[in-house]
T-cell receptor, first 116, second 110 residues
Framework: DAGVIQSPRHEVTEMGQEVTLRCKPISGHNSLFWYRQTMMRGLELLIYFNNNVPIDDSGMPEDRFSAKMPNASFSTLKIQPSEPRDSAVYFC??????????????FGPGTRLTVL | GENVEQHPSTLSVQEGDSAVIKCTYSDSASNYFPWYKQELGKRPQLIIDIRSNVGEKKDQRIAVTLNKTAKHFSLHITETQPEDSAVYFCAAPIPNDMRFGAGTRLTVKP
């Protein structure tokens, strides 16, 4: 398995533009998480899905952020409009079903977002 | 919900010395405690974990200890090497989620 796949790896955009980050979890994993990491705030959970259903989006900063998981193999995180303070590394992670003993979160390589 | 606190936030040791990072958690139902290592510019990766039915687990130079009564667990790295320099995160699960500590930046000076 290729692991969790994220695209793009780097994104540079101008303030006000729409940004879409993409994630493909590991096949068979049923939970997917979006994190944001900055030096100031550390690793923050934005939202997580279980069986494609959003469970907790309390970490989403504001209405400019939205996430979807239309099927078990794909998720998007969208920022519209983007602002310079959104600059961060965004990680996607997945883990296998808890009932099968799965607790380890497998992280993708991250998307480094820079908003000018 | 689960609250995970991690100390210290930064730790600097001399090569060959030991390093200890501690975490406390709040939910007594938590039963799985992982530690992740994140090297500069890379993703967090699991390095060791422990389940609540054991008190200690060791893997070469790293070990994790768990005190369920006190609700704390610790990462121990012995004979530290420069390549151990990284940010380390503890975590504790809640249903369908994982709460991460704030991270400890470990620097091993040669």
């Amino acid at each position: 398995d290729a692991g969790v796949i994220q695209s793009p790896r780097h994104e540079v955009t101008e303030m006000g533009q729409e940004v879409t980050l993409r994630c493909k979890p590991i096949s068979g994993h049923n939970s997917l998480f979006w994190y944001r990491q900055t030096m100031m705030r550390g690793l923050e959970l934005l939202i997580y899905f279980n069986n494609n259903v959003p469970i907790d989006d309390s970490g989403m900063p504001e209405d400019r952020f939205s996430a979807k998981m239309p099927n078990a193999s794909f998720s998007t995180l969208k920022i519209q409009p983007s602002e310079p303070r959104d600059s961060a590394v965004y990680f996607c992670a997945s883990n296998p079903p808890r009932l099968a003993g799965g607790y380890e979160q497998f992280f993708g390589p991250g998307t480094r977002l820079t908003v000018l | 919900g689960e609250n995970v606190e991690q100390h210290p936030s930064t730790l600097s040791v001399q090569e060959g010395d030991s390093a200890v990072i501690k975490c406390t958690y709040s939910d007594s139902a938590s039963n799985y405690f992982p530690w992740y290592k994140q090297e500069l510019g890379k993703r967090p990766q699991l390095i060791i974990d422990i389940r609540s039915n054991v008190g200690e687990k060791k893997d070469q130079r790293i070990a994790v200890t768990l005190n369920k009564t006190a609700k704390h667990f610790s990462l121990h790295i012995t004979e530290t090497q420069p390549e151990d320099s990284a940010v380390y995160f503890c975590a504790a699960p809640i249903p369908n989620d994982m709460r991460f500590g704030a991270g400890t930046r470990l620097t091993v000076k040669p």
